[in-house]
């Protein structure tokens, strides 16, 4: 049935491109805003390019998209063109549903990507996807409560012992009551917000050929001890309890943590919330004994390894990954971009909005490098959140918790091996 209404929607469009030598289908995700800049680029190309002819097949929820493409694939009905996310890609890319952009992208082009967020859309070595944009983690800090305790502000080169010195300053029981109200840092416990503590401390969460489990062992281990130590031996992070169960984001946004670790998508909440009354900006992530390295994570288009038409895709996503197209969804506000170019330009740095720092996000992706997920990550994720439950309640050792997983996460590396 799928096959078919699909087969129909292609014939209705394909009939309004009567005068078009090829037409090829892009499936993509987004919101509203985004679906406009798309309809926007589509026309402009169509116009460029009056030999192809592009049907767009917009699906809006992210989760609802990966299902429909994974059945568009299985179905032997694969978009020409589809976007997708470096988290998600190797689980795709192990079903041959990419064509290698080897042949397509040379170093020319690919010069004002950043190389670790290249890296994020190689599989087996090989380049499957050109990013658009980039999911990076910085440290936000709230100015006003830094001046008030007397703390210099986060600068270049911040390390972790300036980090744990200000944070301890920073939490405080500011109505005497004998009760900590104002930590200095908020806390997270999902993976993406403290594996930078694991990769400045010089730790990897597996070897690199995905052959070995390294979280629990050395410089890895160390770090995720460190960051778990914030919350149950310093008590600078609050307990769940101790945050009455809101978020990092929430206890910042409310002036009751001075920093958090979140990404670009805070920053319009921050400056649409009326109740944010005090002074904020964004710094690199602190410096562990690697250096600061947070994620480079993000989306981007892939060609079908089934497309009839790689040439003409390729066109295409030349097309909306150029600095001009990119710069579209990076003034709208949607996406730090890929592109060096673009990310240094006021299409993406805006003086009189907050955050004063906004470079800070692009310097970020200089040192970045990608989560380091593989087919089974979803699985591993589900694992790992099993052996850190007690962790996180402070009930047990990092060490006895991933001791509960490892030998499952094992042999869930070696199923995929």
């Not at 089934?306 to 990076?330: C, D, H, L, R």
Request: hydrophobic fraction near 45%; include cysteine.
């Amino acid at each position: 049935m799928l096959k078919k209404f699909l087969a129909l929607l292609v014939l209705v469009f394909v009939a309004g491109f009567a005068s078009a030598q090829t037409v090829i289908e892009f499936a993509t995700w987004g919101g509203t805003e985004d679906l406009a800049i798309y309809e926007e680029l589509i026309s402009e190309f169509e116009a460029e390019h009056p030999d192809i002819g592009v049907v767009l097949n917009h699906i809006p929820s992210a989760g609802d998209y990966e299902q429909n493409l994974a059945t568009l694939i299985a179905a032997g009905a694969a978009p020409d063109v589809f976007f997708i996310n470096n988290i998600s890609l190797p689980g795709f890319a192990a079903q041959d549903a990419f064509m290698p952009l080897g042949e397509f992208a040379d170093e020319a082009f690919l010069e004002d990507f950043f190389p670790g967020h290249l890296d994020a859309f190689r599989y087996n070595g090989e380049l499957m996807a050109i990013p658009r944009d980039i999911s990076n983690l910085v440290l936000f800090y709230n100015k006003d409560l830094f001046e008030a305790a007397s703390v210099a502000w986060p600068t270049a080169g911040w390390t972790w012992d300036y980090f744990m010195a200000a944070a301890q300053e920073l939490t405080q029981d500011t109505d005497g009551d004998g009760a900590i109200d104002q930590f200095g840092f908020g806390y997270s416990t999902f993976y993406l917000f403290w594996q930078p503590w694991i990769w400045s401390n010089g730790g990897m969460f597996f070897s690199d050929d995905h052959g070995e489990f390294t979280l629990n062992q050395g410089a890895a281990l160390e770090g995720l001890e460190y960051y778990v130590g914030l919350r149950c031996d310093a008590n600078v992070a609050p307990t769940s309890e101790q945050a009455a169960e809101r978020s990092a984001s929430s206890m910042f946004a409310d002036g009751d943590a001075a920093m958090i670790v979140d990404g670009r998508w805070r920053v319009a909440p921050l400056n649409s919330n009326e109740a944010v009354d005090f002074a904020w900006d964004v710094a690199l992530f602190p410096e562990g004994d690697a250096g600061s390295i947070v994620d480079a994570d993000g989306s981007g288009w892939g060609i079908s390894s089934t497309s009839n038409a790689p040439e003409a895709a390729w066109e295409f996503i030349q097309f909306v990954s150029s600095p001009e197209a990119m710069a579209k969804w990076t003034e709208a506000g949607i996406i730090i971009p890929a592109r060096r170019s673009v990310g240094i330009t006021d299409a993406f740095i805006t003086p009189d909005v907050p955050p004063a720092s906004d470079e800070v996000f692009i310097e970020a992706n200089e040192t970045a490098i990608p989560t380091e997920t593989f087919e089974g990550w979803g699985e591993f994720v589900n694992l790992l959140n099993e052996g850190m439950s007690e962790v996180w309640l402070c009930a047990t050792s990092v060490e006895d918790g991933l001791a509960m997983i490892a030998e499952d996460v094992d042999d869930l590396l070696s199923d995929y091996r």
